[in-house]
């Protein structure tokens, strides 16, 4: 007699177990309202983890899922996002249809703007006879500078070029100073 009641413990319990430890699939596809299967659509069960990718004709599969109520969403790129609510309590089959997002957009004018570079600018590349492209080139506008010019100081201007060298030399030009970069 114990030995029917311990048999019939174990079976209630293994059943209990199984059920409450299954799992479930929802598969279906993803067409358009024409019929137009979406490829590579993502499938996936809003705030959770449960996603996949659908084919080449549109069909998915998400596995594994417990059992309660879900929001199954899809997206693909081009097409209207779509989400509909799903009871997971057994395997089902669920077939989503989605249409094209098409959107016209509004005109770009894009408009070309000297370039203002306070003080500095550039030769033009064939001036005469004269081939100043590639080359270093800067000009120095001073009236566009806002350096102290009444000082003498020519640092506050040449600063404006960068990787210019140089060589300064006292008024008699006989006894050099130190040689700087900029």
């Known amino acids: 007699m114990k030995r029917t009641y311990l048999l019939i413990f174990f079976a209630l319990a293994f059943f209990s177990f199984k059920s409450v430890a299954q799992t479930f699939s929802i598969s279906g596809s993803v067409k358009t309202s024409s019929g137009e299967a979406v490829a590579n ?23 594994n899922i417990k059992p309660g109520s879900y929001q199954l969403l899809v997206s693909a790129i081009g097409y209207q996002a779509v989400t509909r609510a799903v009871n997971v309590s057994g395997n089902l089959m669920v077939n989503l249809v989605t249409d094209k997002s098409i959107q016209q957009l509004k005109d770009v004018n894009i408009k070309d703007e000297k370039e ?54 006292d008024g008699a030009g006989i006894k050099p100073k130190p040689r700087y970069q900029l």
């Open 41 to 63: 659509a993502s499938v996936s069960l809003k705030n959770t983890s449960y996603l996949t990718i659908g084919d080449s004709l549109g069909n998915y599969q998400l596995k």
């Open 116 to 169: 203002k570079t306070f003080g500095v600018t550039r030769l033009k590349a064939v001036e005469g006879t004269t081939i100043n492209a590639g080359k270093k080139s800067e000009v120095i506008v001073l009236s566009d500078i806002t350096a102290n010019t009444a000082t003498n100081n020519s640092r506050q201007i040449y600063s404006k070029v960068a990787g210019l060298n140089i060589w300064e030399n």
